[in-house]
């Protein structure tokens, strides 16, 4: 029982540093996503026009 209690702490502890970590990369690839949906709206822009 001690096992599964030191991992959930241990997950826990982790959890607080991994948001801010990861928070740069989530925005870069938002911006990448958004840069590839406006990429293919212009390109349907100009193939319609």
């Known amino acids: 029982m001690a ?3 030191i991992k ?3 997950a826990s502890a ?3 540093s991994m948001p801010r970590q ?7 690839l938002v ?3 958004l840069a590839i949906v406006a990429f293919f709206f ?7 026009g």
């Open 3 to 5: 096992a599964p209690k």
């Open 8 to 10: 959930k702490k241990s």
């Open 14 to 16: 982790k959890t607080p």
């Open 22 to 28: 990861g928070a740069i990369p989530c925005l870069v």
């Open 31 to 33: 911006v990448i996503a």
């Open 42 to 48: 212009f390109a349907s822009l100009k193939n319609t």
